[in-house]
Nanobody
Framework: QVQLVESGGGLVQPGGSLRLSCAAS????????MGWYRQTPGKQRELVAT???????NYADSVKGRFTISRDNAKNTVYLQMNSLKPEDTAVYYC????????????WGQGTQVTVSS
């Protein structure tokens, strides 16, 4: 089992910045991939960014150049630095962890609300 707890969401003006944190209950060395997803009402959950245990990153086209995913293994925490925020970034952001070998199991945090509005 992996418990994931997100924090850092809130209200920000367009062009502003937020940093989301995802604290894991176990060493992230043992987690294959961690990532951030987001979801708005009536929409499917979409990938924002991922980072592997080896440090490789991947981003959705809509956030490239604005968002940065990073990890602090000593703190068992993954971050999402969000800059130049736009109203369309408004969503509930979820932390995700993929764990396993032959069978991969997904774990999700409870989500944190990000609202970009003037």
């Amino acid at each position: 089992q992996v418990q994931l707890v997100e924090s850092g969401g809130g209200l920000v003006q367009p062009g502003g910045s937020l940093r989301l944190s995802c604290a894991a209950s176990r060493s992230i060395f043992s987690i294959n991939v961690m990532g951030w997803y987001r979801q708005t009402p009536g929409k499917q959950r979409e990938l924002v960014a991922t980072i592997t245990s080896g440090g490789n990153t991947n981003y959705a086209d809509s956030v490239k150049g604005r968002f940065t995913i990073s990890r602090d293994n000593a703190k068992n925490t993954v971050y999402l630095q969000m800059n130049s925020l736009k109203p369309e970034d408004t969503a509930v952001y979820y932390c995700n962890a993929k764990v396993g070998w032959a069978r991969i199991v997904d774990y999700w945090g409870q989500g944190t609300q990000v609202t970009v509005s003037s």
